[in-house]
């Protein structure tokens, strides 16, 4: 009788080993968070590289990239993903908690694309319109070549990367206080899908269901589309890079994580997702 305990008891403990070995944490941890331009292709990237790593164990959340690098400088992220380069004050921060700058990675290169609703007779614009609409000096669509309607304006929260972007290279100034700001790219879609007046701005990937705008460098200047070819010739006059930013240049899984993304793999889940690489 004792014996037959004592082997069913050997039972339960393998039994116990076996289950704890199924469930046991992955030996090395990355946490991702910011840029919610990113946050999609982020999500990807970690989710191919962990069927092939299984030891890695890769947590991405958005967020905007104002929340991303606040993550960075607290020490909550290890990988802050950032539609903007980061501020000099940002840097400051980070040096003066742990002594460094910081790593930037540029990990790939966006578009930021004008959303139309499908019915606008507008199909192009320039910056200098642009700049007037989020400004809120052009108010009527009819002032640009389009049906006479008041126009409405969608963008993103003051912690976003691309919000930041635009005002510095479109906009160049203040935006218009009747802009309404939401919480993410898919919200400024959706917004503009329901909203036969509205216009809108985000990243390329996230262009579905909408009508997108050709954007023009000035008057006697031909419009593009963000494209990968206009994107590579920078054609499209708003173009940027994405970036990835690190406490400390990477070791181990990081680097190898970062080594990865940067690959002709990792490259080529960027175009597949609708962003353009970086080389």
Known sequence: MKSINSIKLAVIVVLLGLIGFAFAPAADKIVVKGSDT?????????????????NVAIQV????SGVGISALINGATDICNSSRKM???EKEKLKARYNTLGVEVACAKDGITVYLHPTNKVKELSIKQLSGIFKGEIKNWKEVGGADAEIKLYGRENSSGTYVFFQENVVKGDYAPSCQTLPGTAAVVNAVKKDPNAIGYGGAAYAEGIEICKVKKDDNSPAYLATAETIKTGEYPITRYLYMYLRNKPTGALKSYIDWILSPEGQKLVVEMGYFPVK
Not at 43 to 50: F, G, S
């Open 38 to 54: 990113l946050v999609i292709l982020a999500q990807k990237w970690a989710e191919v590289y962990m069927k092939s790593n299984s």
């Open 61 to 64: 959340t958005g967020g905007g």
């Open 87 to 89: 501020k000099n004050t």
